[in-house]
């Protein structure tokens, strides 16, 4: 649904994005990741068709961003970093006008505008100027209008950054309906959890280059290694440590609980557990210490950073 | 995710949403926009009061002010002046609502561009041109409402009021007009001002190099009308229809400039906020320095010659030509309008060119009474050559002067002011031409007189010309691929190569064959 292939915008000779290649099939949510400036928002208008790539291919849903651009705009819904509202109109009034650009019957474009914001729970702000809207609102509804043509790719800068957590629930719970429709999206986010939450991938940029990409699993197995597994016991360890040496390598320890990393679990747990209670040592718990894509991030950051500043890379 | 390897295709999918481009699709479109626009703006009571001012009171108060002042003026016998205070107060009345159509024109682009608003609407499928006319006629329509609401109701209390005036009909279309093509300049100038802006602020201080022309203007329209001798003609006033056909021009022009500027890419990717001189003049350096199309810097001279200055003359294209045909066509029209009775000059039949003969004999140091039966002309003091290159330099002068206004009126033109200054010169030679050969002379003095040195300098002169109509006109359309800076970058340096390598020279030479071979040339045809 989303393909690129070396996707590169420069402004001035200035490289914003430099050389972006995405695969996201129809039904895929891939999160952006990435500190302000690192060419996320550029990346979404070459998806979009508003800015040319100056070298690189793009398709949205089939369509080829620089001889399509009409039909790729047609297939996406973007919402924008900004919300972008008309401030003295109403709601209805305004998503109409956006639903007749998309060439919508005007039934059509009432009904899906009512039943979206039904879904958002904005029915009760129907005749009030968007002015007077907060701004959790205002989001909502520059989110409605993003969905209002029914698109097969939807682009999210920031979905729910203004939000409060009911809303951001709401909008969570919309985008995973969405998926399951078939729905495929790219959003770009600074919250960690909610990606973590919503993305099948991950894609981290940096100074317009994707520095590492892929599932969760996988970027948290490259960048902090294996599952690390924490066991607790009744009592002292004592020299049980030792002891168990020949199975799994000890990488913290304390009085009743150690911490181990295994890239095999199912394997490696059930023959440490046989061990320790050959010693008579009392397993309470185990369990995997909970790695979080905040964790991730910032591995992979710092290591791109360790990388820049290394003497020997001569890439950027 | 995985990395896609495979190449692009092009695509057309069977289920793709029709988005085919008639002119009436497009138009359908465009008025989507302008629906939106117009009904927001009408609901700004910051727009909306102004205009019902200007169309239901101040027409009264102009109907007030030229009663009394076609009063008081009749009371000194100077009755014509109150008469024709009448329709300059019927622009004025039509002028003001459509002054506001640029300040609607430049907050809604540059606007919506702060209020970031633009954004969303760049994302849907409408084009470029969509969106573009959508927004011109929104900034158009509120004005002329209330400028055409105005002008009838200030025609009204005229007609059946106490002054009981009765215009020429056609001087009533003259002002429709005006007024219409006056807000067609503004809303079109003011396209182009705030699509390249990122703030009302900025937008608004650039736009007085669209107000300080228009007012000039509107202080023309003023004059003629008082004093045009056809003021009173069933035709309307000529040079009022002079003026609606220059703007007219200029339209076309700017609806072209604001087409191609007026583009996702160049709202969002560029701004002139912040001006950069020092790299618009290394831009410059570049292309004027450049052998090909990427810009290279040529090693030495002779590869600047061979290959950049080539390459810049192949680029004038479709300047060249247009800038040939209208040398032609001047030469023509004034050997044309020479032909008409009125315009021919009473000329001797017979004369003789004895004394001018004589005068370029002293010139050329040649004496033409003194030619002896060999047919030797016998020497005598010429005009010494210091003297003689004092004339060089005036002719080169003169030439490269011309060649430099017309340059730089150019680039604030689109490159009109090329095809009228230089070819004027023209139409002035195709008429003396003319008027020679209704008196019956040998025309042979007149190619003796241009021709030995023209064979330079017309060439020189119609390159240059092509050159400066391109550099103007450039900004019009740039070449696909490039923003309206980086065309007009490039054809500046190659200007300056024409004007470095082939003008210049041509110039200098073209003065020295005139003031040193030309003389002796005419007066060997003349003697």
Redesign the interface.
Known sequence: MI???GLTKE??GFRAVDSI????PAGKV?AVLGPNGAGKTTTV?ML?????PTSG?A?IA???VV??P??V????G?L?E????????KSVEYLD??G????LSRQVRRKRALDLMERFGLTFALKKRLGEYSKGMKQKL?LV?AMLHDPAVLLLDEPTSAMDPQSARQVRDAIVELEGEGRTFLLTTHNLTEAEQLAD?I?VIRHGRIIA??TFDELAQRFVGDPLMELRVRGQLNGATKEIADVVRVEETGSDWLRYRTSDPAATNPALLHKLTGFGVDVITLSPVQRTLEDVYLQIVKEDEQQGASPDDDSR | ????????T??T?SD??I?DRTWLKTLR?AL?ITR?EVK?SF??WRILWPIVVLTFFFPFLAQFLAARFTGFVTDFGAEIIGERTIPFLLMIVGFFPISMSMVIALETFVGEKE?????????????NTELYIGKTLSAMIPPLVSSYGGMTVYLGSLLFGDLAWRPQPMLIVQIILLTTVQALVMVTGAVVVSSQTTSTRAANLLASFIIIPMALVIQGESFIMFIAPDAESPNGIGALWAIIGGMILIVGLLLRLGNSVFN??EL??RMIDNLNLK?IFAGIWRWTRAVDAKGTPARNLVEWYRKGVKMSLRNLGAASRIAIAVFVVAFVGGYAIGQLPQWQLPLPRDTSFQQPAELLGRYVGISADAINADGEANAVDSVPIPSRLRGMLFFIETNGRILIAATILSLFTFGVAALILTPAVYIVLGYIFGQVILAGYNPAFMFAAILPHGWVEIPVIVLATAAALRLGAIATRPPKGMTVGMAWTTAMGDTLKIGLGIVLPGLIFAGFLESFVTPYVLYSVLR
């Open positions: 393909e690129a292939d402004f001035d290649s995405l695969n996201v891939l208008r979009t068709s508003i800015l040319a291919w398709r089939g369509y080829d001889t399509h009409e039909q705009r047609a297939s996406v973007v924008t900004q919300h972008g509202l008309y401030e003295r109109m006008f956006f007749e650009v998309y060439h520059a209008r991938t894609a990409h892929g | 995710m995985t990395t896609a390897a495979s190449s692009p092009s695509v999918r793709a949403p988005y479109n989507i939106r927001d609901s700004d209020r970031r608003s633009l954004e969303p609407l760049l994302s849907t499928p409408l084009t996702r890419e969002l990717g790299a």
